[in-house]
Structure formats: structure tokens, C-alpha cells
């Protein structure tokens, strides 16, 4: 099969790119206006783009809340959406009228944030506290403007949870050996909590991930996420 992606004419009732881009994280995105309101949004078009200096990014479909008030501002957070936060997350994606709290809406608490005035996800295993670059408003290749920005932010501080941590390292997966409940050879001993990470599927689908290791080519080992149980977006709210 082959389509232009210019005329989108591919005949199906879904577009076939966001299957194909797939898994992507998903930016959680709190950010807070001039006039102090707050909004909390869960955006599937994010990533991380750079190390040192730390720069992450996120587009909207639009000129939502949380893009106009980090042009307010020129600050937000991107909390970490864990599996355990999942229907919390899901449920902060609904349209509610400017000014209406996500994090009420969700039934989650803030926790304030030590570098930037919006406030983080108090529940989330980490927190990266951002400081907006610029935000671009897209063009296509005729020149014409989209109704599609993307905001680029420098990362100013990271706040993570200590129990989350092992080694200096977020726990994302359960270690070799170790159950989810951190048994080890039916020991008694304790692993720290297991981060499972959302990420965006297809269309209203989403999953947790799960790591694969093997060795590389310079003898560290290499790891991948695949994934598994699919979770169910509010399809119409969905960014």
C-alpha cells in the first residue's frame, strides 16, 4: 500500500501515521497563566531533544491552555504519567472551560515546584521543571500557518521521588530476579517501586512498557521498552 500523505487519500477510517509513530510518550504538561489559573494536559506528541543543555518539547493541535499560558508565563512542568496514574491522567484530558482545574477534575493533589510557579503532579515519580525557548507555530510546505504549535522548553530542575529511586536511577522495570513486590529468592528483601511509564498507542489506545535486555556491541547492556496492556484514551479529549 502506498498513499499521498499530502492528499490523505489512504481510504481508511484511521490515519495510518500516528499507527506507524508509535509508542510515544506522553508530556504531562502543568502549566499556569499570568492570572494564576492552572492547567494540567496530557500531550502524546512529546520527547525529550536534547541532553546537555536538557531540552523537551510538545505540539498541540492548537492554540490550547496550557501553550497559551506557558506564552504567558514562560514556564511549565512535565510531571511523568506512571501507570498507576492512568485514569487520573486520562481524565485531565477532558475539554473543561478555561480556568477549570484539572487536578480538581482528576481528584489530584498539587505539590509546588521549587524553580518555576506552576505546580507539579504530587503523585507523579518525577517532575521536570521547564523554562520556555520559544514556541513555533507550524507552516506546510505552502507556506500556509497551521493551527499546530509546538513549545520548546530548557529543563531548570528535575524532582523525582526517593522511594522511586535505585542507585541514582529511576526504577522503571523490575529488576532480573526480582517480582514486582521486590521478593528475591523468596528473601524477604524489598526492591523499590516500579515506574510504568504510559505511553501513546494508536488513536485512543495506550500501554505501559515493559524492558527487554541483550548485550551491545561494546559489552553494556542494551535495553528496550516493548509493550503491553493496552489502557483506553478519551478518544474526542486526546492531544
Known amino acids: 500500500m502506498f498513499y499521498d500523505a499530502i492528499l490523505n487519500d489512504h481510504g481508511l477510517p484511521y490515519d495510518p501515521i500516528k499507527a506507524i509513530v508509535a509508542p510515544r510518550p506522553v508530556g504531562w504538561i502543568s502549566a499556569m497563566s499570568a492570572k494564576g489559573e492552572v492547567n494540567l494536559s496530557p500531550y502524546s506528541f512529546f520527547n525529550a531533544v536534547s541532553t546537555r543543555p536538557a531540552i523537551v518539547m510538545f505540539s ?14 514562560g514556564e511549565f512542568v512535565c510531571n511523568l504519567a506512571s501507570y498507576d496514574l492512568r485514569d487520573a491522567m486520562n481524565a485531565t484530558s477532558a475539554p473543561l472551560p478555561r480556568g ?70 529511576l526504577v522503571r522495570h523490575a529488576l532480573p530476579g526480582h ?58 479529549c486526546s492531544r
Open 100 to 169: 477549570s482545574s484539572e487536578f480538581i477534575h482528576a481528584g489530584l493533589e498539587t505539590a509546588p515546584s521549587r524553580l518555576v510557579s506552576p505546580p507539579r503532579v504530587a503523585a507523579s515519580p518525577a517532575a521536570l521543571e521547564c523554562r520556555l525557548l520559544f514556541i513555533r507555530q507550524l507552516d506546510d510546505l505552502e507556506g500556509r500557518k497551521l493551527e499546530r504549535y509546538v513549545v520548546f522548553g530548557q529543563v531548570v530542575g528535575v524532582g523525582r521521588g526517593t522511594r522511586h529511586m535505585q542507585m541514582g536511577r
Open 60 to 73: 498541540s493541535e492548537g492554540l490550547k491552555d496550557a501553550v497559551a499560558f506557558i506564552a504567558e508565563t
Open 179 to 236: 517480582t514486582q513486590r521486590g521478593e528475591v529468592g523468596g528473601s524477604n528483601r524489598t526492591q523499590r517501586p516500579v515506574i510504568r511509564p504510559v505511553t501513546r498507542l494508536v488513536h485512543d489506545a495506550a500501554s505501559r512498557a515493559q524492558t527487554l535486555s541483550w548485550p551491545s556491541a561494546n559489552g553494556l547492556s542494551r535495553r528496550v521498552s516493548s509493550q503491553k496492556r493496552l489502557i483506553r484514551f478519551c478518544a474526542t
